[in-house]
């Protein structure tokens, strides 16, 4: 289906076909880099968008509570229809692989996000805005000093669930023939070739690893106050 | 909007409804599918969750299953069953789905039988009951809200994961997207994809239904009086 021209890879007339193997990530790394840049890029680009969107929308939700109802709901029904659908769906309107992965990735990751940064607006204690509110801090300044930093380890929370689906959920774009690794793992199925799956799906692993543990650093660096009962 | 068009002229002719693999006899396979692998699932993780709740152990386990199978794509298990000898086609799908859906149904359980109010077993124990009497007639149906929101939570999520057949060559919807983007033509993989979206929100509009429907009168008030005072 969706197997690029003059990239198939190269079985050898040896009746071995291990599942690790050195060699083939020797010989076809150029390949491995392309798809392995393809899901790294298409992960960061929908996490900081969605990010970017979700942000001030659960603020907008969080400012107007009248909102967060229908925000909530209707996140809870787009959540229900799968990526792979929002994929099929969306492809033949824009026509585009990578920008219909992009906005599938975004909508879901938004998905996540919303909940969470609004779930940790709204789980701010009372009394610190009531306080904040006393010594005369304005509305925008209660929400840029105190909720905000004060609902970071709910975002954080929120990013890393988002990141790590995400991660996972670019292997889908296969449907459309754009998915990363998922690319290769399918390719490596059609050509029944074990290393070449093995590989990428140690890779997506890898990837979805790596940035869970760097987002948790992150949180932690951002937020040294929830530290002290750890 | 040419491909709009495309999609709403398949969708509208009854031959594409009807025959061996017509949008009926898809939906019916894809729903079998999805159902046997919930029964897979819930065949392992019911047992397991509700041991460890209500010997309130196993917490971690539990999180770490969770987490782990999140960070391991459903492809790529898919495509590593139907490389081995579990066969082409449906098979490796159903198992690979059925595997995806142990977590939610697993933690839920869990933790609907680990936050029953030790009040209630504590007077289950002292009217007499054994353990798995307390068990049976006091934690399970304290804890049945949340069992049933795993099981709803893991058959949607399994009904959208069994489009991937189609590309093992196995059935279900995701037969009419795989072939029309085979074949180029994107008013079919529209349609498809409308039809997969569809069959998920009446699923699970069906389940909510469902699940009210199940839960004692008694039960559903304090859940929604939890849920109330959660938010």
Known sequence: ?230 | MDVLREAFVWLNDPLNWTGPDGILALTAEHLTMSLVAVLLAALVALPIGVWFGHRQVGGTATVVVANATRALPTLALLLIFATTGIGFGNRPTVIAAAIFAIPPILSNTYTGLLDVDPAARDAARGIGMSGPGSLLRVELPLALPLVGAGLRTSTIQVIATVPLAALVGGGGLGVIINNGFALQRYGEVLAGGLLVAALCLVAEGVLAGAQRLLTPAPIRARAAAQRASAG
């Open chain 1, 1 to 230: 289906m969706c197997v690029p021209a003059g990239s198939v890879p190269t079985v050898s007339t040896a009746p071995d076909n291990p599942w690790l193997s050195w060699e083939y990530v020797q010989r076809n790394w150029p390949d491995i880099a392309d798809a392995l840049g393809q899901h790294v890029s298409l992960t960061v680009e929908a996490i900081v968008l969605a990010t970017a969107i979700a942000v001030p929308l659960a603020v907008l939700a969080h400012l107007r509570p009248r909102l967060a109802g229908s925000v909530l709901g209707l996140s809870g029904v787009l959540y229900t229809i799968p990526s792979l659908a929002l994929f099929a769906i969306l492809f033949p309107l824009i026509g585009d692989r990578r920008t219909t992965v992009l906005i599938g990735l975004v909508m879901y990751a938004l998905l996540v996000l919303v909940r969470n940064v609004l779930v940790g607006l709204q789980g701010v204690d009372p009394a610190i805005t009531d306080a904040a509110r006393g010594i005369g801090y304005s509305r925008g300044r209660i929400l840029m000093q105190v909720e905000l930093p004060n609902a970071l380890p709910s975002i954080v929370a929120g990013l890393r669930l988002a990141t790590v689906t995400t991660v996972a959920l670019v292997t889908i774009g296969v449907i459309i023939g754009y998915g990363g690794l998922g690319q290769l793992m399918f390719r490596g199925f059609r050509s029944q070739y074990h290393a070449e799956i093995m590989t990428a799906t140690l890779l997506t692993v890898a990837i979805a690893v790596v940035a869970d543990v760097a987002l948790w650093l992150v949180g932690r660096a951002t937020t040294p106050w929830t530290r002290r009962d750890a």
